[in-house]
């Protein structure tokens, strides 16, 4: 009864914020985001470091290591087909006159001690010869493929452009406890004050998850993205040209993408803490969960194959269960701290 009466109190004490002040408390956080944001730049252009510079060449390094597999097969395939070819010419003897034979060898080997011109006239000398046929040498010669694992740029500016967009995403992410500090800052002031230290319980975790999706996409997600798009051009036989832009846009935004929705457990377990929703509002609209989870992940994922659809929503969906499984394992905890003791 006590607690009622101070939760009461603790309401009625509270001033409301106005809209307005939304908006100013919204624009402060804002400010202070991008402050934290700019110094998170500044380091990853530290020259000694040059932390941009090798996460861009991180970020290539899956695009490039997929198109050097798919080149050297190629090369694998060819080289195959040429020695077959070769196995299956037919051998033919030569003859040549062997005072020929012997003239050639004094130029080359003088020091050798061959018999004399005149007792070598009207003898001949046989040996086997590989016939290279034309569709054997046509294979030979085709079967030179250029390991290229290069990415193209069409435009002058686009390296430059991509350069500052990796730049400022690493920025983002060395910042990332201080941006989400503030997100949760901007929360709490609209929450009472027995709301608050959920807040300041759940940044950690917070920061944890989001640094959590940006490393398992960075490491994992976008090699098996890449290997999965090249199998297309393997088995079509088409020779692939990434673009610098195109490869690079999809590679910075999928982690931000990821990072953001391993926020999920978290957001759930918030939202029923200070009264929205419930463990059972969470497992009665599971389906409706689930489809908007997938129709998420089609829209939010820069590129058009199933692959990189499908690795961010199924991560998803396991999260929203754990999200389930927590509220329901702090709700059972907290039924047992609310019973009273026994007495002996």
Same mark, same amino acid.
């Given at each position: 009864?006590?607690?009622?009466?101070? @939760?009461?109190?603790?309401?009625?004490?509270?001033?409301?914020?106005?809209?307005?002040?939304?908006?100013?408390?919204?624009?402060?956080?804002?400010?202070?985001?991008?402050?934290?944001?700019?110094?998170?730049?500044? /380091?990853?252009?530290?020259?000694?470091?040059?932390?941009? =510079?090798?996460?861009?060449?991180?970020?290539?390094?899956?695009?490039?290591?997929?198109? %050097?597999?798919?080149?050297?097969?190629?090369?694998?395939?060819?080289?195959?087909?040429?020695?077959?070819?070769?196995? !299956?010419?037919?051998?033919?003897?030569?003859?040549?006159?062997?005072?020929?034979?012997?003239? %050639?060898?004094?130029?080359?080997?003088?020091?050798?001690?061959?018999?004399?011109?005149?007792?070598?006239?009207?003898?001949?000398?046989?040996?086997?010869?590989?016939?290279?046929?034309?569709?054997?040498?046509?294979?030979?010669?085709?079967?030179?493929?250029?390991?290229?694992?290069?990415?193209?740029? @069409?435009?002058?500016?686009?390296?430059?452009?991509?350069?500052?967009?990796?730049?400022?995403?690493?920025?983002?992410?060395?910042?990332?406890?201080?941006?989400?500090?503030?997100?949760?800052?901007?929360? *709490?002031?609209?929450?009472?004050?027995? !709301?608050?230290?959920?807040?300041?319980?759940?940044?950690?975790?917070? /920061?944890?998850?989001?640094?959590?999706?940006?490393?398992?996409?960075?490491? @994992?997600?976008?090699?098996?993205?890449?290997?999965?798009?090249?199998?297309?051009?393997? =088995?079509?036989?088409?020779?692939?040209?990434?673009?610098?832009? %195109? =490869?690079?846009?999809?590679?910075?935004?999928?982690?931000?993408?990821?990072?953001?929705?391993?926020?999920?457990?978290?957001?759930?377990?918030?939202?029923?803490?200070?009264?929205?929703?419930?463990?059972?509002?969470?497992?009665?609209?599971?389906?409706?969960?689930?489809?908007?989870?997938?129709?998420?992940?089609?829209?939010?994922?820069?590129?058009?194959?199933?692959?990189?659809?499908? @690795?961010?929503?199924?991560?998803?969906?396991?999260?929203? !269960?754990?999200?389930?499984?927590?509220?329901?394992?702090?709700?059972?905890?907290?039924?047992?701290?609310?019973?009273? *003791?026994?007495?002996?």
């Amino acid at each position: 009864m006590n607690s009622d009466n101070d @939760l009461f109190l603790e309401e009625q004490s509270m001033v409301s914020m106005s809209f307005g002040e939304h908006i100013e408390e919204l624009r402060l956080r804002m400010i202070l985001a991008l402050i934290g944001l700019f110094v998170g730049v500044l /380091i990853v252009f530290i020259p000694p470091l040059d932390i941009g =510079w090798r996460v861009m060449k991180n970020m290539e390094a899956p695009a490039k290591q997929a198109l %050097e597999t798919f080149y050297k097969d190629e090369y694998d395939k060819k080289t195959k087909a040429a020695e077959e070819a070769k196995t !299956e010419s037919p051998e033919l003897n030569a003859t040549i006159p062997a005072e020929a034979f012997a003239d %050639e060898l004094r130029k080359i080997a003088p020091e050798l001690k061959l018999p004399e011109t005149e007792s070598l006239q009207g003898k001949t000398i046989s040996f086997p010869v590989k016939f290279l046929s034309a569709g054997m040498i046509r294979v030979v010669q085709n079967s030179t493929v250029p390991i290229d694992q290069s990415l193209v740029s @069409l435009a002058p500016l686009e390296t430059m452009t991509i350069f500052f967009m990796v730049c400022v995403v690493s920025g983002l992410v060395i910042a990332s406890p201080w941006v989400f500090y503030q997100a949760w800052a901007f929360v *709490a002031a609209g929450l009472y004050r027995h !709301e608050r230290s959920y807040v300041t319980k759940y940044l950690p975790f917070s /920061i944890g998850l989001f640094l959590a999706g940006v490393f398992l996409c960075f490491f @994992l997600v976008l090699p098996l993205t890449m290997t999965f798009l090249l199998q297309f051009n393997v =088995w079509l036989g088409v020779a692939p040209t990434l673009r610098l832009s %195109e =490869w690079m846009g999809f590679a910075t935004i999928l982690p931000l993408i990821f990072g953001l929705a391993f926020q999920t457990p978290l957001v759930m377990l918030f939202l029923e803490r200070i009264g929205v929703l419930t463990v059972d509002d969470f497992r009665a609209k599971r389906k409706i969960a689930i489809l908007v989870m997938a129709i998420a992940a089609a829209i939010l994922t820069p590129g058009q194959d199933p692959t990189s659809m499908l @690795l961010l929503a199924c991560p998803m969906i396991v999260l929203y !269960e754990v999200g389930i499984m927590m509220i329901g394992f702090n709700q059972r905890g907290s039924v047992a701290r609310s019973r009273p *003791a026994a007495r002996p």
